[in-house]
């Protein structure tokens, strides 16, 4: 069985602080990695993705892979409000799964002013 | 370009019933995919397919069924409904064109309650 853990918060972070999310998964052989987001009640849109061990920078978002620990992590810079929102962390296993992801819970997200 | 679209946005069924969630996508993507989220958790994959005519089971099958005639169209059906079936579903595509990433395209969703 594929896993992908995360914790599930809240994680409250003020305006302008760095939120960290982090996600583990179980599957040494996931190839790609993805972070999604999710407002209450609309569906999840891609913020992220990474392939390879090391950051990946996108604005006011990092993701960080490192395969040897199997885990994946998300920092999102000067958090605004409306950042608040579910972040779900989803792996993609080999090449020979038709692209299935395995989704985490996700982690809840607040930015208080 | 609408995207994924799927009907209806909201459901009332009562147990026993049945019905069939709608999902289209204007993308020509041959990877489609339905999934189940219950409140607090991630989505779990019920069915997938990966071209017209071609589907196979996911993580949580039971209970439903999938068709794909066409590109475009991804219906799910649900056979008897059970209180266990309320959640949202969410109806996902992905391009197969080599060089792109491997996102996946979410719908709305449809919210399903079995009472």
């Known amino acids: 069985q594929k896993e992908v853990e995360q914790n599930s918060g809240p994680l409250s972070v003020p305006e302008g602080a760095i939120a960290s999310l982090n996600c583990t998964y179980s599957d040494r052989v996931s190839q790609s990695f993805f972070w999604y987001r999710q407002y209450s009640g609309k569906s999840p849109e891609l913020i992220m993705s990474?392939?390879?061990?090391g950051d990946k920078e996108d604005g006011r978002f990092t993701a960080q892979l490192n395969k040897a620990s199997q885990y994946v992590s998300l920092l999102i810079r000067d958090s605004q409000p409306s950042d608040s929102a579910t972040y779900l962390c989803?792996?993609?296993?080999?090449?020979?799964?038709?692209?299935?992801?395995?989704f985490g819970t996700g982690t809840r997200l607040q930015v208080t002013l | 370009n609408a995207g994924v679209t799927q009907t209806p946005k909201f459901r009332i069924l009562k147990i026993g019933q049945s019905m069939t969630l709608q999902c289209t996508q204007d993308?020509?993507?041959?990877?489609m995919y339905w999934y189940r989220q219950d409140p607090g958790m991630g989505l779990k994959l019920i069915y997938y397919s990966v071209g017209a005519g071609i589907t196979d089971k996911g993580e949580v099958p039971n209970g439903y069924n999938v068709s794909r005639s066409t590109t475009e169209d991804f219906p799910l059906r649900l056979e008897l409904a059970a209180p266990s079936q309320t959640s949202v579903y969410f109806c996902a595509s992905r391009s197969l064109v080599v060089g792109t990433t491997y996102e996946q395209y979410f719908g709305p969703g449809t919210r399903l309650t079995v009472t």
């Open positions: 989803a792996v993609r296993g080999d090449t020979g799964t038709a692209s299935k992801l395995t």
């Open positions: 990474i392939y390879s061990n």
């Open positions: 993308m020509n993507h041959n990877y």
